[in-house]
């Protein structure tokens, strides 16, 4: 008895969904190593506790807990008490076509083309992948450096 979710990998998987999740990931994880310099520099003023030990795994473990919640989403469980925050989700531009292109020959990561289901996959693995890397950095230290 498990929980079955069907995704078309053909559909899911090509390179601008993989560019999409790389940077959901990469965005995740940098704005998680901001906030922990921030914690580190205002409420760890003493060093009680090391970044590494319990700044790494607590962010580790919040992401996973998001993995999770996405993956909960997708099986189609819906969470009542978060219906009112999609006020704050972006609203999708009619022409997605038209976006702002760097001065290299490659295009942006392209949000708007994604349907809601892939939105929920990239979320998804992009929490999947900076906690993950988060808790393979903590376990390390753990393990080797303490």
Known sequence: MGIDIKINTKKFFRLETARVVAHKALYRFLLGL???MLWNMLVNKNNYYS???LGFFTLGVFFLGFAWKNYLQLDGIRLYGFEDMKIFKR???DNPNKSMVDFVDEDTPQFDNLSDEEEKIACFFGNLFAG???MIISIIYICFFR
Do not use: A, C, N, Q
């Open 51 to 53: 970044i590494f030990e």
């Open 132 to 134: 993950s890397v988060y």
């Open 34 to 36: 901001v906030f922990l």
């Open 91 to 93: 609203k999708k531009k």
